[in-house]
């Protein structure tokens, strides 16, 4: 596709539920990146990938998040026993190269969760 | 610990002035400083990349400034319209590195 490409656009679910997040990158970019932005908040860094592999999950808030990234290109982000503090946007981002090789990020429109 | 600190954290303005938004970064060694605009409900979009060796570039209406030595970058904005209401970004990077760091963002409102 032209942009990156994020499902759904709207979550909501109730605590305790599963939800999956996926990103479709623009293609032939190889960088990856999951953001998290709360209401009026700035960007927090969850995971990137380079290819399939995942050299920084720092950014993970605990064990209930995890993500992959299969073929070099589509990622779903997985939230397990989704509580209320998870609700926020869930922005993912893919870039040709790495940030720290000039490499623009480009943006989808994000994922915004709702746990009731 | 790398951290990327802007300001002012919000900016009201009327249509037709210009402004001034301000980042200051710890990130060292440094590759490049870029300047991502996001509309309400959307994602970031890039405005400029500085790089070690730039001092001013521009984009439009948009010139970013970076004063290496300071690790201090500007973004100034010309003749505001209603539309450059917005959250700005500044995102700074170490070389070779996957991800950046990232500032909360200034929140500009322009008002008719």
């Known amino acids: 596709g032209a942009g990156v490409s994020q499902s759904p656009s709207n979550k909501v679910t109730e605590k305790g539920k599963d939800v999956e997040l996926r990103c479709d990158p623009i293609?032939?970019?190889?960088?990856l990146y999951w953001y998290r932005q709360s209401l009026g908040q700035g960007l927090e860094f969850l995971i990137y990938f380079q290819g399939n592999s995942a050299p920084d999950k720092s950014g993970l808030p605990s064990d209930r998040f995890s993500a992959e990234r299969t073929g070099g290109s589509v990622s779903t982000l997985t939230i397990q026993r989704t509580q209320q503090e998870d609700s926020a946007v869930y922005l993912c981002?893919?870039?040709?190269?790495?940030?720290?090789?000039?490499?623009?990020?480009?943006f989808g429109e994000g994922s915004r969760l709702t746990v009731l | 610990k790398n951290q990327v600190e802007q300001s002012p954290q919000s900016l009201i303005i009327l249509e037709g002035k210009n402004c001034t938004l301000q980042c200051n970064y710890t990130v060292s060694p440094f590759s490049n400083l870029r300047w991502y605009k996001q509309d309400t409900g959307r994602g970031p979009v890039s405005l400029t990349i500085m790089t070690f060796s730039e001092n001013t570039k521009s984009n439009g209406r948009y010139t970013a400034t970076l004063d290496a030595d300071t690790k201090q970058s500007s973004l100034h904005i010309t003749a505001s319209q209603l539309s450059d209401s917005a959250s700005y970004i500044c995102?700074?990077?170490?070389?070779?590195?996957?991800?950046?760091?990232f500032g909360d963002g200034t929140t500009l409102t322009v008002k008719p």
């Open positions: 293609s032939g970019h190889t960088a």
């Open positions: 995102v700074v990077s170490a070389p070779n590195a996957g991800k950046s760091t």
């Open positions: 981002a893919s870039s040709l190269v790495l940030a720290g090789r000039t490499g623009e990020l480009f």
